[in-house]
């Protein structure tokens, strides 16, 4: 089998990662070996190597949070699995392997139904673009949502999400030939960022009432989007992509009312229950399935050439996500 390891944390992960070869495990008692079949980088992949991200694993450590893989193997005493089963790969236990053991009660089938690279990007992106919608504002049919970001993985899953809902999108971005890409994916207005955002959002919007603000990049882009909203909205960051701390001055504070508020996945996985996980799993698997949700996919590496992925993954510029296969 295959692993994509790394020992050491630091800048420049693309030199800290390497692709080396080990016996493949036997299941145990109660236990599958899973084969991978797809799994994504993402940019907390990225930042977990670099030793940025908020939960670390100890070293050495194998790469990748999520993706999706096929039962191989049994082990003794598993009942409620078969051979050739497509499921989820076990969250946060390293997803850059050929292979894997899991307990079997732990396992989220997934549909057989369905491109296998879109359900290996079913972990992160697509949950937290729906707990965005749902989590932090009511909203209802007609409403409006704005964000920055909006040609991210998670960005693109809020646009398709939101129409769905019956929700309209104010889509912000940095290069304008985003524009053209994500009106077609359905988002209803799309701008690229700039000082006068406020005032280009009212007059595209008609000077809709926007409550609720999504914010992947921190720094200005921050206060940008905090003055975009009606007074009294609430601004939710969930990355910083500039590389700065989130930035609202005082006056939108004090005279706007803005709430500032930060989401990690991570901890809706403490509070929620199994069965929250599931039904929310389980919908946007479907959607996946029936390709009504989908991501787009810049490049696929095998993993042996993790290395070069890695760099690839870790540049801005692209049109998708760089996703490793065995």
Known sequence: MQQAVYDTRGADPHTRIRCVERDTPV????????????????????????????????????????????????????TGARVGTRVLMPVAAGSWVSHTVAKAATLMPLPDEGDALQLAMLTVNPPTASLLLSEFVTLDAGDWVIQNAANSA????????????????????????????????????????????????????????????????????????????????????????????????????????????GFWLAFWFRQASVAQQRALYGDLAQRIARGELAARVHRIFPLAQVHDAVALAARGGRDGKVVLVP
Do not use: W
Request: charged share 15%; aromatic share 4%.
């Open 27 to 78: 299941p145990g008692t109660g236990e599958v070996l899973i084969e991978m079949i797809a799994a994504p980088i993402n940019p907390s992949d990225v930042l977990t190597i670099t030793g940025q991200y908020g939960a670390l694993p100890p070293l050495p450590a194998i790469g990748g949070n999520e993706g999706v893989g096929r039962v191989a193997a049994l082990g003794d005493g598993v």
């Open 154 to 261: 998670v960005g693109e899953y809020v646009i398709q999400l939101a129409k769905a809902r019956g929700l309209h999108t104010v889509n912000v971005v940095r290069r304008e030939d985003m524009v053209p890409v994500l009106e077609a994916l359905g988002g209803d207005v799309v701008l690229v960022d700039g000082p006068d955002l406020a005032a280009r959002v009212a007059h595209a919007t008609g000077g809709a009432t926007i409550r609720l603000g999504l914010d992947a990049v921190g720094g200005s882009a921050t206060d940008r989007l905090a003055q975009s909203l009606a007074v009294g909205g609430t601004v939710v960051n969930y990355g910083a992509m500039s590389g700065e701390p989130c930035k609202v001055a005082p006056g939108t504070f004090v005279f706007r009312n803005i709430t500032l508020r």
